[in-house]
């Protein structure tokens, strides 16, 4: 499963609002602190949003699609983090 990245604002502060795209035509909205959007940082954001939306089950359902490079679980936290952070 891929993730495409359409940049829809940017801040002064450097923060972002971005649509997410999945190949499956499903879309949602993010807002992050700013900096580099690598594959990982996405699949981060993308991860806390369905928790924080959907619950527990839905994140971990969204989990069998996270791309073996990206699948570092404390790499992703600390991507949480940072955005959070911002």
Do not use: Y
């Amino acid at each position: 499963m891929n993730l495409i990245v359409v940049p829809i604002l940017t801040g002064k502060s450097r923060a972002k609002v971005i649509r997410i795209l999945r190949d499956d035509g499903l879309s949602w909205i993010e807002k992050h602190g700013g900096g580099l959007l690598t594959q990982g940082r996405i699949w981060a954001l993308a991860l806390r949003s369905v928790r924080d939306d959907l619950g527990q089950d839905a994140e971990e359902l969204l989990w069998t699609d996270v791309p073996s490079d990206c699948a570092d679980k404390e790499l992703l936290r600390r991507f949480r983090l940072l955005d959070e952070l911002f």
